[in-house]
C-alpha cells in the first residue's frame, strides 16, 4: 500500500517542476520586455529668422562662447567658421554671470543693447557679405523689438584657467532690426538654441 503511494506522489512532482519552470521563463520574458529605453535627443544648435522676408535657418554641431568681465560681464553664443558669423551677446552690470542669472532671465523681454555696465541688455549680430549687422538700441525700442529666454538647462561643467564653470543649453525667440550704417534690415519672427557659458572672476 505504501508504494502504491509512492508511486502517485512523483506524477505530482513532476507537474510542480513544470509549473515552476514555466513561471521563471514568463518572468525572464517580462523583464526582457521593460529594458529597452527610448533615447534622449540631443539639444539642437540653432538661429532661424527671416531678413527682410528671405528664411535663414543657421544650424551647426558646436557653437562658439565667448565670456568677459571686468565690471560687467558678458557672455555670448553663435556660429563662427568661414561661412558663418552670427552671434547672440548678453551683457550684464555685475562681475559674474551665473546659471541662476540666465535662469532669472526666463520669460522676460530683454532690451536690446549692446553697452556693457548699462542695465541688462542683448543684442544680435550678423555678417553680412563682409559687413557686420547689429541690433542697436537705437533701432529697436522696447518692448517691440527684444530677444526672450523661453527655458535655460544645464548642460555640462567644463574646467578653464582653473575655474569650474557651468554651461547651459538656452532657448529663445526674438524680434530684432539689423542695420549696418544706413542699411537696416528687418529680423522678426526668429528662434534659437544655444549653449551659453557662466563668467567668473
Not at 8 to 18: A, N, T
Not at 95 to 108: K, N, P, R
Not at 125 to 150: L, R
Amino acid at each position: 500500500m505504501k508504494k502504491k503511494n509512492r508511486i502517485w506522489i512523483y506524477p505530482f512532482i513532476v507537474m510542480g517542476f513544470v509549473l515552476i519552470l514555466a513561471n521563471s521563463c514568463k518572468k525572464d520574458d517580462n523583464n526582457n520586455a521593460t529594458s529597452t529605453s527610448t533615447p534622449t535627443p540631443t539639444n539642437q544648435l540653432f538661429i532661424a529668422f527671416t531678413l527682410d522676408g528671405v528664411s535663414k535657418n543657421i544650424t551647426g554641431a558646436s557653437n562658439q562662447i565667448n565670456t568677459g568681465g571686468g565690471g560687467y560681464a558678458f557672455t555670448s553664443s553663435g556660429f563662427f567658421d568661414l561661412a558663418t558669423d552670427i552671434s547672440i551677446n548678453l551683457s550684464m552690470p555685475q562681475d559674474t554671470v551665473l546659471g541662476s542669472d540666465l535662469q532669472s532671465l526666463i520669460g522676460q523681454k530683454i532690451p536690446i543693447g549692446s553697452c556693457g555696465g548699462c542695465p541688462t541688455n542683448i543684442n544680435l549680430q550678423y555678417d553680412i557679405s563682409g559687413n557686420t549687422y547689429e541690433s542697436y538700441d537705437s533701432n529697436n525700442p522696447f518692448p517691440t523689438n527684444y530677444i526672450k529666454f523661453t527655458s535655460v538647462t544645464f548642460n555640462k561643467s567644463i574646467t578653464l584657467f582653473g575655474q569650474s564653470l557651468n554651461q547651459y543649453y538656452v532657448t529663445g525667440v526674438f524680434n530684432v532690426k539689423l542695420s549696418y550704417g544706413s542699411d537696416v534690415k528687418n529680423a522678426p519672427d526668429g528662434t534659437f538654441g544655444l549653449i551659453f557659458q557662466e563668467v567668473k572672476n
